[in-house]
């Protein structure tokens, strides 16, 4: 099985951007996707059944992927910080906004999340078109909406489809 195609938009000291489908001139949305240190940039692309720059793209989706590369194998791979991963992450949101001229879907898987999270808070989401994260951890208990924290709404809402909605399913 082969990969998909993409071709290396930006090679920066801490990263390379890769852009999924290149040559697709009916690229719709922009998604910039962030992995976790610990994976490599190939877990979003894993195989042709199980690709999500392929479902991304077969959607009508235009996805990215920011590379870090492994850690120990980077010429100061090991003495990255989290600051410098956030502006890396920061910068391939630039570039790929200077790319497609659109404002950019900045997704994240787990630490990749942690990342995202950052990036949007530093940004205060200028140029993020939305935030999506997947196993990254948020508290939740702090969050208010009309003085209701959300921890409490969600409790309630599961005890309630529980109670009367999924006991009707069979």
Known sequence: ELPSEFSV???????????Y????????????????????????????????VRFLHESGLDPWVVDFGAPEREEGGLKRTVVDHVLAVNEAV????????????????????????????YR???????????????DSRATRVFGVVAEDVITEV???????????VS
């Open 94 to 121: 630039d570039l790929v906004r200077a790319h497609t001229q659109r404002d950019v879907h900045l997704s994240g898987y787990s630490q990749g999340g942690m990342f995202a999270y950052q990036v949007a808070a």
């Open 158 to 168: 599961a005890g309630l489809l529980a109670d009367h909605v999924l006991v009707h």
């Open 9 to 19: 938009v930006a090679r920066r000291s801490m990263f390379r951007l890769r852009r």
């Open 124 to 138: 205060r989401s200028s140029g993020i078109a939305s935030l999506i994260t997947f196993g990254s951890p948020v």
């Open 21 to 52: 489908f290149p040559d697709d001139v009916n690229s719709g949305a922009p998604v910039l996707l962030v992995p976790p240190l610990m994976m490599s940039a190939d877990v979003y692309d894993v195989s042709p059944s199980t690709s999500a």
